[in-house]
């Protein structure tokens, strides 16, 4: 009987740290070699990349309007402030749309819309999990923080809309 106990004891937790997973901010140190970082400023340290699309109603205008807090923030102080660059996922959208939506949260603010051989590579690259059937898109939102190290990038941490905060990518940068 203590044995049975112990047993749901012990699947409670591990299902409860297996669902709370998505909450927390997923760090790497994997090297990102894709051309798409050549658009980013040679002197920045740090650069955030957020894959969303124009049509988004909640997840990426909150993301970005984070980012743009965070860039303001760093602009106060001494910090060369990290680039920010905006994936359109949109397959409907084009370059023109994309950079102008992301200029409306902050004009120093980049975007890139991939064909669809770029999407792929940055599909796998960076594990995303989106669908879009017409003009639905589903995505899962996260933010990916990127280090220059030399002259090479890594992947160092990943943010999902739940562990995404000003506070966290504060301390993240500094």
Known sequence: MLKQVWGILLLALLLGGLASLPFWALQSNKAVND?????V??????AFVFFGFRGCGDVCPTTLSTLNLLIEQVKSTNI????????DIDSNSNQEAAQAYVQLFNPDFLALH?????????????????NQINDQISHMGRTYLL????QSWYLIN?????TFSLSQLTSDIN
Do not use: G, H, R
């Open 35 to 39: 051309d798409f970082l050549s658009l």
């Open 41 to 46: 400023n040679e002197d920045s340290e740090y």
């Open 80 to 87: 060369f402030p990290p680039a920010v660059l905006f994936i």
């Open 114 to 130: 991939p064909d669809k051989t770029q999407l792929k590579q940055f599909s796998d690259d960076f594990s995303l999990n989106f």
């Open 147 to 150: 280090k220059k190290n030399e």
């Open 158 to 162: 990943t943010y999902n809309p739940n």
